[in-house]
């Protein structure tokens, strides 16, 4: 019994370590034709037909970035200084046009300075009225006096009265300009809208110092939406800067509704409204969301934001013909070589060296200089473009991350720990130390008993162990 049980644990142990080698040879490409790059220095390098024909947008061909609808334009109403409000005419959700009041400034202040400046003003001139007559006496005082010290008094005098007039003109001047200027602040204490639009906001009275928050929402007094169209906002991160320019066209998802799009260009990148994140931004991207990078916000022009809602979320992507790419296959002319004989083009074989193929041509599309390649190609190879050095054999590299095990999804091999070896395929209940059933494969196990040969001639066939 012992040996029985040691037998079959060593086969475990076997059939876990071939399977693992299993899925490295055939799932990796080592062997059974899958893709593997030379390292040979006379390797050439091929190219995925999928790039070529953009076949897959949409899919991981091209990079998805998440965006949100955004108003084409708001209007943040910032608070004058420290001035308190006195009333509001509107409420968050209210439609506004151009020229509709706001809000009041509350003005009562600005009344009590404006009063107390003109009662100083009034003061200011009484004293420099008294002040000239004093000097007038001090004049004739001086006239009538002979002696050289007391002449020395007077003129002293004389010169601080001067002085002090020059001072009280000044304070004059400047409390006047005050009382214009606060004139001015009442006579435009009501607030009204510049545009058309809704109430987004009303938030507490807040500072005019105040512009946006870190995460870029306006924390002025109240924001006015303009009406109009939308436009979709989304974020780039440092790695990503160089993916997106101003100007580019650009495909607007719904993340509801299949099949249903916009278009428009990119309009704005905000470089300067830069903010600290760790999350990555680009949908359906993998990354370590522990590396801190920093975010920038860009907007999209949409040619037509009909069905679009407030606020909600969709994909973006670069638009590089995706919605309007024809079926099958469609490679730039200069990939074939045509003869007599028919066309051909050079592919890497299954063997991953590179061959002469022919193929099939169908339709050819003039303005954008391709064929439709109907025999002879599929969308799983690689190709280059013709040259005089190209022969048959040579080695290739694949453009492609062919060989990293994240290339290859879930859904094609499901193979992860917690599936790798399923109840259907061994079954160890009856296994308790001392004994053991024989059914180490049951009927429906993916891997047969006979794909296992221990020492050579040693076959576990689920009732007979050498």
């Given amino acids: 019994m012992k040996r029985v049980i040691a037998v079959v644990l060593s086969c475990l142990i076997a059939a876990g370590a071939g399977a693992g080698t299993y899925y490295q040879l055939i799932y990796k490409g080592k062997i059974g034709g899958g893709r593997v790059s030379s390292v040979s220095e006379d390797a050439v390098y091929v190219d995925p037909v999928t790039v070529i024909a953009g076949i897959g947008t949409g899919s991981g061909q091209v990079e998805r970035y998440a965006g949100v609808v955004e108003p084409q334009d708001t209007w943040d ?29 509350d003005t009562t202040e600005s009344e009590q300075k404006i009063a107390q400046d003109e009662i ?119 790695q990503q800067m160089g993916n997106i320019s101003v100007g580019d066209s650009m495909i607007v998802y719904s993340r509801v509704e299949e099949g249903k799009y916009w278009k428009g260009n990119v309009e704005e990148i905000r470089t300067q409204d830069g903010s600290s994140n760790n999350s990555n931004n680009s949908y359906g991207q993998s990354g370590d969301s522990n590396i801190s990078s920093t975010n920038y916000p860009f907007y999209i022009q949409l040619e037509d934001s009909s069905e679009l809602i407030l606020g909600q979320h969709v994909y973006m992507e670069p638009d590089v013909g995706q919605e309007s790419a024809k079926e099958g296959i469609w490679i730039p002319d200069y990939y074939f070589t045509q003869d007599d004989g028919g066309a051909w083009i050079w592919a890497a074989s299954k063997s991953n060296t590179l061959e002469k193929r022919a193929v099939t041509l169908g339709e050819y599309d003039d303005e954008m200089m391709t064929w439709s390649v109907t025999e002879g190609l599929t969308e799983e190879d690689y190709i280059i473009v013709p040259s005089e050095f190209l022969k048959e054999g040579l080695p290739v590299v694949y453009n492609e991350a062919a060989e990293d095990p994240a290339a290859y999804s879930d859904d094609e091999f499901e193979w992860n720990d917690d599936e790798a070896f399923g109840d259907d395929e061994f079954s160890m209940d009856a296994f308790d130390g001392e004994a053991f059933d024989g059914d180490v494969f049951d009927g429906d196990a993916d891997m047969a008993a006979d794909d296992f040969i221990m020492d050579g001639d040693v076959v576990l066939d689920g009732d007979e162990q050498g």
């Fill in 120 to 238: 100083d003003v009034e003061r200011d001139k009484n004293n420099i009225e008294t002040d000239t007559k004093t000097i007038e006496e001090y004049k004739k005082q001086l006239s009538r006096t002979t002696a050289e010290a007391d002449r020395l008094e007077i003129e002293t005098q004389i010169l601080q009265k001067e002085n002090d007039i020059k001072t009280t003109e000044y304070d004059i001047k400047s409390k006047e300009l005050e009382i214009s200027q606060l004139k001015e602040k009442i006579a435009s204490a009501e607030v009204t809208s510049e545009i058309d639009g809704t109430v987004r906001t009303i938030n507490s009275q807040t500072s005019s110092s105040s512009s946006y928050s870190s995460d870029g929402s306006s924390d002025a007094y109240m924001t006015i939406m303009a009406n109009g169209d939308f436009r979709v906002k989304g974020t780039l991160n440092e």
């Fill in 77 to 105: 109403v910032k608070l004058d200084g420290d001035t308190k409000i006195e009333k509001t005419y509107v409420k968050v959700g209210d439609e506004v046009k151009q020229g509709d009041p706001l809000f009041k400034y």
